[in-house]
């Protein structure tokens, strides 16, 4: 008998599971895209001739009977629709979901996603085991050493939190494909529409009625996200305050905030409401809200371009709820100083007549959910993922079953002229046995060794960490070059140096030394030499600081 190697049996068994995926699985081309938030958003959409919207619907949740109000709700959708795929792609609330920029030393593939969870470990309010996570690959810096840092946008959630909305979408007949969220669906939105192709970075202002973010897009990726602490709530909320009017004192009621807040927006031009009370008043009673919400966008722009140094944004695009606050846009580009623009659907898109175009505006970051959504960060739970796989299996196994009792049945006819065959496939299957059993038992050797070089890698004390640590606790006017470390004695120092212009470079340095002691980092921490030096034109101390870890 012809000898097989365990390469060419491995390979041979790739090729045909990856044959059998082809047949037996189908592209999908119709979904449902769920959001599930302050409010339930569905959406039926078809991309196979382009993108098109089917039907849509946008209904508020109350904590009352929740879960039970959902699982009504797309139920009706599907009924009133007839809708007959079952395919769904869930996009969270974002309460409990956390989305951070790090950057780390390269690894291999392997040991990424690990590396992840160490670094983001401290984010949680939960075990980190108990986190599905995900990630993005924003860019890979090559240092003057010869070593790689990469930067990488992560996103993870409580896995108990999304399992439960993915269960949600199961008891309504639903098959969940992904579990991804808004800031990546524009990111999909940029990417097929040529009117954002743009080297310059572009921000996204999503406000809502509960919460808002600014998340900003560059080279088609999404490289930086921040919750900001402004709502169309609080906004409507400043308005309920009294005023003292030449008629008396003013409170406006509930349904006329709704409708300054709809109709009349952000007042830009000196007039009355209802004889009641003058837009300039209005204006003084929403600025509260409006100064905190330019603060914060010029606060993360700044962060942006001096942290990841992305460039300077020249372009804000306001989406969500905020679409239906009238000049909120021309009120912003006049405060920041740049071009702000409402986000609206991009013209020419197939929409079925009925579907309110305003609301649908507000709801774009989930129809670019639909694209290349095995692609992008998915934060669908692994046993999820593995059923699909089985469901594959499942049909594959049926044609395997018929075709095996055909082979029988044909077998069973040519019995006698066949006795020769069956003898080689016999040896050939104990031949595989074999294989397996090798494949089973170096599989096993591979996983003690990984356990191994993890256990000895937690041992080691995370450079990146201790680094990260000494820039936490430094304040603004220190400033570090280099730092060396002795793993052998648990020991090190620290140069860098302090800009002394109006400054006491020993008072920043003590305070320093007193934080690095409180930290239960580090102990033993000393100022090791201090000596003034004129750099470039600037005064500075240049210092060396020794330490121990505990």
Excluded at 73 to 83: H, S
Excluded at 356 to 381: H, T
Excluded at 519 to 548: L, M, P, Q, T, W
């Amino acid at each position: 008998m012809k000898a097989v190697s365990i390469k060419q049996f491995i390979s041979s068994t790739k090729s045909q599971t990856i044959a059998l995926s082809r047949i037996f699985s189908k592209k999908v081309d119709s979904f449902l895209v769920i959001e599930i938030g302050s409010k339930l958003t569905i959406l039926s959409v078809s991309v196979k001739n382009g993108l098109k919207i089917n039907a849509f619907k946008s209904i508020p949740l109350l904590k009352e009977k929740r879960d039970e109000s959902i699982l009504a709700a797309i139920k009706d959708f599907i009924r009133e629709n007839k809708i007959e795929h079952k395919k769904a792609i869930l996009n969270p609330s974002l309460e409990s979901v956390v989305i951070k920029r790090i950057q780390i030393a390269a690894v291999p593939d392997s040991e990424l996603l690990d590396a992840i969870k160490w670094q983001i470990k401290d984010d949680f309010t939960f075990d980190i085991a108990n986190a599905v996570i995900d990630y993005s690959i924003i860019k890979k810096t090559a240092k003057e050493d010869g070593s790689r840092l990469l930067d990488i946008i992560c996103i993870a959630a409580k896995d108990e939190d999304i399992k439960q909305q993915i269960l949600l979408l199961k008891n309504a007949g639903l098959d969940c494909l992904a579990v991804n969220i808004a800031p990546f669906g524009y990111l999909k939105i940029f990417e097929q529409d040529i009117k954002f192709k743009s080297a310059a970075p572009v921000a996204v202002l999503n406000i809502d009625n509960s919460g808002s973010y600014l998340s900003i897009y560059k080279n088609n990726k999404l490289e930086f996200y921040r919750e900001l602490p402004v709502s169309v709530d609080k906004l409507r909320d400043s308005l309920k305050g009294i005023l003292a009017t030449e008629t008396g004192k003013v409170e406006l009621s509930s349904q006329e905030i709704d409708e300054i807040l709809s109709n009349t927006g952000i007042p830009l031009e000196n007039s009355v409401y209802k004889n009641k009370i003058n837009f300039i008043q209005i204006l003084s009673l929403m600025r509260p809200v409006l100064e905190r919400l330019i603060i914060e966008i010029k606060r993360s722009l700044s962060y942006y371009d001096t942290e990841y140094s992305g460039g300077m944004v020249d372009k804000v695009l306001i989406a969500g709820g905020a679409l239906r606050i009238p000049n909120l846009d021309k009120f912003l580009a006049k405060e920041l100083g740049f071009d702000v623009e409402n986000l609206f659907l991009s013209e020419g898109m197939a929409i079925s007549s009925g579907v309110n175009k305003l609301e649908l505006s507000e709801n774009y970051a989930n129809l670019g959910l639909v694209f290349d959504y095995e692609r992008e960060a998915n934060l669908l739970p692994f046993e999820f993922r593995s059923q699909r796989i089985e469901n594959v299996e499942k049909v594959s196994l049926r044609w395997i079953v018929f075709l095996a009792i055909l082979l029988l049945a044909m077998s069973f006819i040519f019995t006698k002229a066949r006795i020769g065959i069956l003898s080689r496939s016999l040896n050939n299957a104990k031949f595989h046995l074999g294989a397996l059993s090798l494949v089973k038992e170096i599989s096993g050797n591979l996983s003690v060794l990984d356990n191994f070089i993890s256990g000895i890698k937690r041992t080691q004390a995370p450079v990146d960490i201790i680094l990260k640590k000494l820039s936490n606790l430094a304040g603004r006017e220190l400033f570090f070059s280099q730092l060396s470390m002795d793993s052998e004695h648990m020991s090190g120092s620290v140069n860098g140096f302090v800009r002394t212009i109006n400054q006491n470079p020993d008072a920043i340095l003590t305070e320093f030394i007193s934080a690095m002691k409180s930290s239960g980092y580090f102990r033993d921490a000393s100022i090791s030499r201090v000596s003034k030096e004129n750099k470039e034109g600037n005064d500075i101390a240049v210092f060396n600081i020794k330490f121990k870890l505990n």
